[in-house]
């Protein structure tokens, strides 16, 4: 069955410096994969798309690299301040309709 | 413009109740989904519509659960003799065109289930 892996349950790191979170997944070959950002007791609201055939996507302070070899994706977040802290889920299309998220990560950007 | 809302958001029902979530997602959006996230845990997808029609139910965690979705908008997930392990926040959430490339889904704020 399909398995997303995300990195530690929660990372804490200091304002400033560039966060990373990892993506690990298992027995599929996805045409993309999705980042999402979630808060509180709130749904998550979509940040960034890469698909297979792209090693690498931009939007402002976040990057995302996409290596099918690995069946890994990085999410960064350079310049991280304290409103970046929120949980951060990736999401894969394995088909048939289905889209699976990882359990997510955890981020908190200390001042 | 709205964009998508579930009600309640709320729902605290006694064990063996039968409730139902409902789901108004974002207008022209020809795709729905639901999803279930238990505390600590990540999403887990349901169910998927494409206009009316749910081409797969597999991912329904029992057959107490059912969904339908009425006029390409509106969506009702049911559950029947709700069990304590059904609380959840259940989350829906729609997107422009299924088949795309590009299928961002837009999420509602979920409707947070207890089941005593």
């Known amino acids: 069955s399909q398995k997303i892996e995300q990195n530690s349950e929660a990372l804490n790191i200091q304002e400033g410096k560039t966060a990373t979170l990892t993506c690990n997944y298992t027995?599929?070959?996805?045409?993309?994969l999705q980042w999402y950002r979630q808060d509180p007791g709130r749904g998550p609201v979509f940040l960034l798309l890469i698909r297979e055939n792209e090693k690498e996507k931009r939007k402002e302070r976040l990057k995302v690299t996409f290596d099918t070899t690995l069946k890994q994706s990085l999410f960064h977040i350079t310049a991280s301040q304290p409103a970046d802290s929120a949980t951060y889920l990736c999401a894969l299309d394995v088909g048939g309709n289905q889209f699976y998220f990882g359990t997510g990560t955890s981020l908190t950007v200390i001042p | 413009g709205a964009g998508v809302s579930q009600s309640p958001s709320n729902k605290v029902t006694e064990k063996g109740k039968d409730v139902e979530l409902r789901c108004d997602p974002i207008?022209?959006?020809?795709?729905l989904y639901w999803y279930r996230q238990s505390l600590g845990q990540g999403l887990e997808f349901l169910i998927y519509?494409?206009?009316?029609?749910?081409?797969?139910k597999s991912g329904l965690p029992s057959d107490r659960f059912s969904a339908e979705r009425t006029g390409g908008s509106v969506s009702t997930l049911t559950i029947q003799r709700t069990q304590q392990e059904d609380s959840a926040v259940y989350l829906c959430?729609?997107?422009?065109?299924?088949?795309?490339?590009?299928?961002?889904?837009?999420f509602g704020p979920g409707t947070r289930l207890t089941v005593l």
């Open positions: 959430a729609s997107s422009r065109l299924r088949g795309l490339s590009y299928n961002e889904q837009f």
């Open positions: 519509f494409q206009g009316n029609s749910a081409p797969d």
């Open positions: 027995n599929y070959s996805p045409a993309y």
């Open positions: 207008s022209g959006h020809t795709a």
